[in-house]
Nanobody, 115 residues
């Protein structure tokens, strides 16, 4: 399975970004998938998840600001991020929403939010 995230960049606090992640080599539509964020010296943390049926879950830190979606026909996962803060800075990755059955991590995309 190959995972390729894109769409990151540098924005000012309060700005927005939309991330995309193309998934190849897997039957994307049957998997629960998620976005994760990693900052230097820290483990990756889940910031948004979406089930194969479209149910979503978010930690309180991003609830109401981030929206995860998926396009099964394009095998692509999206993350709309609004009202960004410096706490959202990090490298964003996509993967399965499963602690025990992750795919190999692909290339992430860097998001930098300046205050």
């Amino acid at each position: 399975v190959q995972l390729q995230a894109s769409g990151g960049g540098s924005v000012q606090a309060g700005g927005s970004l939309r991330l995309s992640c193309k998934v190849t080599g897997a039957n994307f539509k049957i998997f629960n998938v998620a976005w994760y964020r990693q900052t230097p010296g820290e483990q990756r943390v889940l910031v948004a998840g979406i089930s194969s049926g479209g149910n979503t879950n978010y930690p309180d830190s991003v609830k109401g600001r981030f929206t995860i979606s998926r396009d099964n026909a394009r095998r692509t996962l999206y993350l709309q991020m609004n009202s960004l803060t410096s706490e959202d800075t990090g490298v964003y990755y996509c993967n399965r929403d499963s602690e025990s059955s992750l795919w190999s991590w692909g290339r992430g995309t860097l998001v930098t939010v300046s205050s």
